[in-house]
């Protein structure tokens, strides 16, 4: 976790307040971000609402109880007080349907300016007709189609072709937008994989509420 000041200001009381006052043993790596051995998945909904102070979930999640474990570890009452009391986004009869999309760029560290060993765009979504859509309306980019399963596609671009992968997610969120869906969130991930060259990944998810058929 990288270092920030977003959680002894807005909550001093919780456990992460009282690791950045330094009152809470810490483990930090070689740039200083702190390590936490907790849920990573997780912690993106308590990074979320120790930013907003607002607690959102996705429609279909189902793992509350272990969320809750969590507020609990990092002493975060306001947070344990709305999953003790959640209140649902939409109406019985609506859920939400949700699209990923990650973008995994591999970088060299020595080149000058910074060269694009490889990268890798992934739509992940239950939604079939957006996959089928996909395929269908960007055939332009099918050499690149390297991995279609149940619920994903994935494009994978070589060196040098940093430029048509930028293109390609720029058309693809728009076409995700065009379909009905926002943006909820974004984030972004460093990592280092091996001497020479670093890992950056993008994701951002998209929403839209679907009326439930009866069977």
Known sequence: MENGDWGHRRYPDSMLGAMFRGDFPTTRDAQGNYFIDRDGTLFRYVLNFLRTSELTLPVDFTETDLLRKEADFYLIEPLIHCLNEPKPLYPLDIFEQVVELSSTRKLSKYSNPVAVIITQLTITTKVQALLEGICKNFTKWNKHMMDTRDFQV???????????????????????????????????????????????????????PARKVED
């Open 154 to 208: 994935s494009f994978t671009f070589g060196p040098c072709d940093y430029h048509q992968e930028v293109t390609l997610r720029v058309h693809l969120m728009d076409y995700i937008m065009k379909q009905g869906f926002t943006i909820r969130n974004t984030r972004v991930h460093h990592m280092s994989e091996r001497a020479n060259e670093n890992t950056v990944e993008h994701h951002w998810t998209f929403c839209r």
